[in-house]
């Protein structure tokens, strides 16, 4: 992986595509604002620790 991408989005582009929100199970974002993954349809924001998404609810935070 590029340096590039690595600095806009520390998940690998394959696992990207691959997560869903655990809410509403639709496909998450990367979101360099708030450094996490974005559910648009739940209005939650996942943190990413270490490179690792934390997709647990109660650790997400209201992004709507």
Same mark, same amino acid.
Request: hydrophobic content about 55%; some cysteine; glycine content about 4%.
């Given at each position: 992986?590029?340096?590039? =991408?690595?600095?806009?989005?520390? =998940?690998?582009?394959?696992?990207l595509a691959?997560?869903?929100?655990?809410?509403?199970?639709?496909? &998450?974002?990367?979101?360099?604002?708030?450094?996490? &993954? &974005?559910?648009?349809?739940?209005?939650?924001?996942?943190?990413?620790?270490?490179?690792?998404?934390? &997709? *647990?609810?109660?650790?997400? *935070?209201? *992004?709507?």
């Amino acid at each position: 992986m590029s340096e590039a =991408i690595r600095d806009t989005a520390p =998940i690998d582009p394959w696992l990207l595509a691959k997560l869903v929100c655990p809410v509403t199970r639709t496909p &998450l974002r990367w979101d360099a604002a708030h450094g996490a &993954l &974005l559910s648009d349809a739940a209005g939650l924001a996942f943190p990413v620790r270490d490179g690792v998404p934390v &997709l *647990v609810v109660r650790e997400a *935070v209201s *992004v709507a």
